[in-house]
């Protein structure tokens, strides 16, 4: 016998549910890590939702990247490597941060390279994958 399955959406949730999110996403694709799925809010703040109680907690603070410049663009992703990464990208690419979820203190720490590591970087989707992995030199 065949379960039916219903599908909501989370960007768009019906009226009565509108009150249950006073906060946005970013333009940035969650991301599902460790059994949770993963967003960054519009002040760059991690939020995370656990499928098992169903409701979206507050992780990190926000980071300065995110808040001196209300016009860049947040991007979130799982490195190769399982760390979940933010790269901020300034108005027309002029400026790029990078940063790595300290997992131990909750924070964004950030990176001064991307550690051998090729960024692909798409409102869709992001990914990174090692420099020896794709035959490139760092």
Known sequence: MRRRCRWF???N??????AIFKWSCSGSSPVFHNGAFYCLDQQGRLRV???RSNK?????????????KPTN???????HKGELISIVVGPRGKSVTVLKL???RTVWRR???VEGRVVFLSPASCMTMSCEELGVEQ
Do not use: V
Request: charged residues 25%; contains cysteine.
């Open 73 to 79: 663009q947040g991007y979130l992703m799982e490195s």
């Open 49 to 51: 939702l656990e499928p």
């Open 111 to 113: 990176m001064t390279d």
């Open 13 to 18: 949730p019906p009226c009565k549910a509108k």
């Open 56 to 68: 979206w907690r507050l992780l990190t603070t926000e980071h300065s990247a995110f808040t001196n």
């Open 9 to 11: 959406s989370i960007s």
């Open 102 to 104: 300290d997992k131990n």
